[in-house]
């Protein structure tokens, strides 16, 4: 059976637009309400991307910190990031899953058990920031087995002979991270340089699917049309700081504007 992250980019180029994938972190900025803001946001997303809280969180800027602090205060812990997977699966049972974190998370459960519950919660895919390739060529295998893709990462530093050898084995999907910056930056590089580093990647097997993520906006989303898939994460975490601090509901606005991105790459 195909993976439904897979049927998604499938279903999104039968429309001749690129995937949507929502970030968002889990437990944010209680559990109730990161469930309701992933059932709200999730008529407009292709593909959620499920954050799991770190306190030392290498790759993700001053937005997604808070996101992840504000849920590490409120208690969250990896089973319960499970239980809101399966929580969701209820609610809907294809919708691609990813949850994007960190090799810590995998460390403390032991990566069999790790696995098993992403499994039985209904998790799709898994992206580990701290496990690049060739390290993660062993636990990549073992999500393989469980159906699950291990999305790896792609950077504009990446040599053209790792870019190579990554790829080739890659997962259906692999990352493409837009420019040398943490999460929820501003684009340092045109979306023009942007596209044309994409396609040189997209060029060694066009029939694997690359996302572009970190500083896509409501403002640049339109100009990236051209990839397979573009994930947005600082600027909805940043809707959820707003309404949290204006006293309006999260899960509304974070709609709102998850309806709004929807509509700029149609």
Not at 65 to 88: E, H, L, P
Request: hydrophobic content about 35%; some cysteine.
């Amino acid at each position: 059976m195909l993976n439904p992250i897979s049927t998604a980019f499938k279903k999104a180029k039968q429309e001749n637009r690129p995937a949507l994938l929502t970030y968002t972190v889990a437990g944010d900025s209680t559990k109730k309400q990161s469930l309701d803001i992933l059932k709200s946001i999730s008529k407009n997303a292709d593909i959620l991307e499920i954050g799991v809280p770190h306190n030392t969180p290498v790759a993700d800027g001053s937005q997604i910190q808070t996101s992840a602090y504000r849920a590490i205060k409120n208690g969250i812990k990896t089973n319960n990031i499970f239980k809101i997977v399966k929580d969701f699966r209820v609610f809907d049972k294809t919708k691609p899953i990813i949850l994007m974190g960190y090799y810590n998370m995998i460390f403390q459960q032991g990566e069999n058990k790790f696995l098993k519950k992403c499994k039985s919660s209904g998790v799709n895919g898994l992206i580990v920031v701290d496990l690049p390739w060739p390290e993660n060529k062993n636990f990549a295998k073992k999500c393989k087995k469980k159906s699950i893709y291990f999305i790896q990462l792609l950077s504009p530093t990446t040599t053209n002979k790792r870019l190579n050898k990554i790829i080739k084995d890659s997962h259906q999907m692999n990352y493409f991270i837009s420019m040398l910056s943490t999460t929820g930056g501003k684009l340092k590089v045109s979306p023009n340089e942007i596209i044309k580093n994409y396609k040189k990647i997209k060029k060694i097997n066009p029939k694997k699917n690359i996302v572009i993520g970190f500083g896509i906006t409501e403002k640049t989303i339109g100009k990236l049309k051209s990839a397979d898939g573009l994930v947005v994460g600082s600027a909805i975490c940043k809707e959820i700081t707003r309404s949290l601090k204006s006293r309006q509901n999260p899960v509304t606005n974070v709609g709102r504007l998850v309806n709004v991105l929807k509509n700029k790459i149609k």
